[in-house]
């Protein structure tokens, strides 16, 4: 589920950091690990999140880097008001 998505994210994130980094979750953990082929992009690759739901838009505002809407979401999405803070708060 997305709390999955959401803990695997920041752990890669955090092992794609150089030096010895630890990590503790739920699910995850490690202590003084020190990844010894770092990716070519500092900060590791882009992280694209798909999805069609405005969960899975918010988690990608939270911790991707692109999105990949799933069918029909931008119609929903462009037809949308939102409330001062970017929130829809009803749909055409």
Known sequence: GGA????????????????YR?????R?????????????????????????SDAAARRTGRLGD???PGTGYWMRVTCTRTSGRGWPTRSC
Do not use: N
């Open 4 to 19: 999955r998505l959401d803990e695997t994210t920041v752990a890669m994130r955090e092992l794609w950091q150089p030096g």
């Open 22 to 26: 630890t990590y503790l979750s739920d």
């Open 28 to 52: 995850y953990a490690f202590r003084d690990v020190d990844t010894t082929i770092l990716p070519a992009q500092p900060g590791g690759p882009p992280i694209i999140i798909g999805g069609s």
């Open 66 to 68: 692109g999105f990949f």
